[in-house]
């Protein structure tokens, strides 16, 4: 009789434990790193923000990051800021020598995603 208790109990345990296990993040898969932006629904996801801006650097310094700030630099513009700026740019109703060509080849999603990129990045 007490052995069958005894069992009954291991039996309880291990099972509890199972359970607990199942739940411990030790065996949770690994969560996936989100995107810094909510990306846009449409049959082509932009690219990452990061990767868009490496073409800006020649301009606007590694990571938009200037240290002689005759081109103005990027890093930490706050995100309502920069996305003003590239659609004024974009649709021809903020004046420029060359950010109305430069704009003209992004989307408001991979704007959106650059903004985020950008605010990001502390300035130095
Ligand atoms: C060929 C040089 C060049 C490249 C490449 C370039 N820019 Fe510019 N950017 C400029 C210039 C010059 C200005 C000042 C406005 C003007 O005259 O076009 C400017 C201004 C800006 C401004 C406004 C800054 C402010 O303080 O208001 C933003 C935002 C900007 N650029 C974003 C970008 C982004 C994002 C990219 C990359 C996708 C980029 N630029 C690539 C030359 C460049």
Do not use: W
Not at 62 to 68: F, K, P, Q, V, W
Not at 89 to 117: C, W
């Amino acid at each position: 009789m007490r052995l069958r208790h005894l069992t009954l109990a291991l039996i309880g345990l291990v099972f509890a434990i199972g359970l607990l296990g199942a739940n411990a993040p030790i065996f949770a898969a690994p969560t996936t790193p989100q995107a810094a932006a909510p990306l846009p629904p449409g049959p082509k996801a932009p690219p990452a923000g990061a990767a868009m801006a490496q073409t800006c650097a020649g301009c606007h310094g590694t990571d938009g990051r200037l240290h002689a700030a005759a081109f103005m630099p990027l890093a930490g513009m706050p995100k309502a800021q920069f996305v003003q700026a590239m659609r004024d740019f974009r649709d021809g109703k903020r004046p420029s020598t060359l950010m109305g060509h430069v704009a003209q080849g992004f989307s408001n999603g991979e704007i959106d995603a650059m903004a985020s990129y950008f605010a990001a990045v502390k300035p130095e």
